[in-house]
């Protein structure tokens, strides 16, 4: 199983990224998918998941209206939508799959991490 996280990289304030994950080794059919973060000194915390059919999807409060999950269980991978990014929204970004939501940091299926950074 491989989960490959790309579309991180450097943008101002207000602006807009969209992370994509490409997964190989296991169906999105049967799995649901989260996108975490971690920012330097912090821990490893949840921005958004959803479950295999697509019909459940939560988000953190902090990004809740800004940030847009979605998925192509055709192509197998996992975009996520950031829009009016913010210096806090700064981390290191990774995709996971687990069998079903709620998709944890205890997830067994994780990507490499793709940094994003918010600054001026």
């Known amino acids: 199983v491989q989960l490959q996280a790309c579309g991180g990289g450097l943008v101002q304030p207000g602006g807009s990224l969209r992370l994509s994950c490409a997964v190989s080794?296991?169906?999105?059919?049967?799995?649901?998918i989260g996108w975490f973060r971690q920012a330097p000194g912090k821990e490893r915390e949840g921005v958004a998941c959803?479950?295999?059919?697509?019909?459940?999807?939560d988000y953190a409060d902090s990004v809740k209206g800004r940030f847009t999950i979605s998925r192509d269980n055709i192509m197998n991978t996992v975009d996520l939508q950031m829009n009016s990014l913010k210096p806090e929204d700064t981390a290191i970004y990774y995709c996971?799959?687990?069998?079903?939501?709620?998709?944890?940091?205890?997830?067994?299926?994780w990507g490499q991490g793709t940094l994003v950074t918010v600054s001026s």
């Open positions: 996971a799959a687990d069998r079903a939501m709620p998709v944890s940091t205890r997830a067994p299926f």
């Open positions: 959803q479950s295999s059919g697509g019909g459940s999807t």
């Open positions: 080794g296991l169906s999105l059919d049967y799995h649901a």
